[in-house]
């Protein structure tokens, strides 16, 4: 059984990442998993770090 693709946000800004779609725009291919984002990632809203976001239910 496969885990269901997360969503997380942004506590500083409010933006959300998407397991699903991803960030193709930022280098994060559609699919990528939160624990498979960069350690280096930031928010591409706001510049956060990786560590400034939360997960949530949609």
Do not use: Q, S
Not at 14 to 41: F, K, M, Q, S
Request: charged share 25%; aromatic share 12%.
């Amino acid at each position: 059984m496969t885990t269901p693709y997360r969503t997380w946000m942004c506590l500083i800004c409010g933006w959300i990442y998407d397991e699903a779609a991803g960030d193709p725009e930022h280098g994060l291919a559609p699919g990528t998993r939160w624990e498979d984002v960069p350690v280096n990632w930031t928010c591409p809203e706001c510049g956060a770090r990786k560590e400034d976001f939360e997960m949530v239910p949609l």
